[in-house]
């Protein structure tokens, strides 16, 4: 068992990882938290490192598109063989696998924000189900916690189409863009389904059972930890 005090002193550390140290529960709200990478004043596609859990500059961006909202991920989530065929199965398509990569979100505010690297605590309302080159690669659609604006949408439906139609065409163009720079040139991205909050939170759910195939709970990490760190050394 993990002991109580173990927990205490990790949650002292300078700063837990992004993806594997913070919870995207917020219990009793049906809210979770959100990982901002990106702002719509970024010209730099920006990322987290996954081994660091720093945030870095992928490369600069050659366009002058920009993404239209806060964009990040869903810490704890991992798009893998569960959001996979939940994908194939709604689109009927075969061959689909997960993208390996945190569940992608982009969180709707008229506040402006200055930068990313920072958590925010939104309302997953819809997503769009994008698919990349047979990946997986859905976009979770959230609305910012106590948004003057856009804070008490509950469903992707009750937002403004033009609002859908500018996620959508950031997000194909930008994969084109990308495309246009490669050797290959023909990028075969689309976004067959957009859907509500019924199904955003499904795709949530199943993203951290992926997540917890693959890295185990949080207790069983930290006990493991534990046991390393406790081990004694061979004399």
Request: hydrophobic share 40%; aromatic share 8%.
């Amino acid at each position: 068992m993990v002991s109580h005090e173990f927990v205490q002193l990790l949650a002292m550390l300078p700063k837990s990882h992004p993806w594997h140290g913070v919870s995207p529960h917020v219990v009793g709200t049906g809210m979770i938290k959100a990982f901002i990478e990106m702002v719509p004043a970024d010209r730099m596609k920006l990322e987290l490192d996954k081994a660091t859990g720093h945030l870095h500059v992928d490369r600069p961006l050659l366009y002058s598109s920009s993404c239209p909202n806060l964009y990040g991920f869903i810490p704890q989530t991992y798009c893998g063989e569960l959001v996979a065929e939940r994908c194939s199965k709604r689109t009927k398509r075969r061959g689909i696998v997960g993208d390996g990569d945190p569940l992608d979100i982009c969180v709707i505010t008229d506040s402006v924000f200055s930068h990313g690297d920072l958590f925010v605590t939104a309302r997953p309302i819809g997503g769009l189900r994008m698919i990349d080159n047979k990946q997986a690669d859905d976009k979770i659609i959230a609305v910012l916690k106590d948004d003057l604006t856009f804070g008490k949408i509950e469903d992707i439906s009750q937002l403004p189409e033009a609002v859908i139609n500018r996620l959508e065409h950031y997000f194909l163009s930008y994969k084109r863009s990308f495309a246009s720079e490669s050797k290959s040139k023909k990028p075969i991205v689309s976004i067959p389904e957009v859907y509500g909050a019924e199904e955003a939170f499904e795709v949530i759910r199943l993203s951290l059972q992926d997540y917890q195939n693959l890295y185990g709970t949080l207790a069983e990490r930290l006990e493991r930890l534990q046991q390393i760190l406790t081990a004694t050394p061979k004399a």
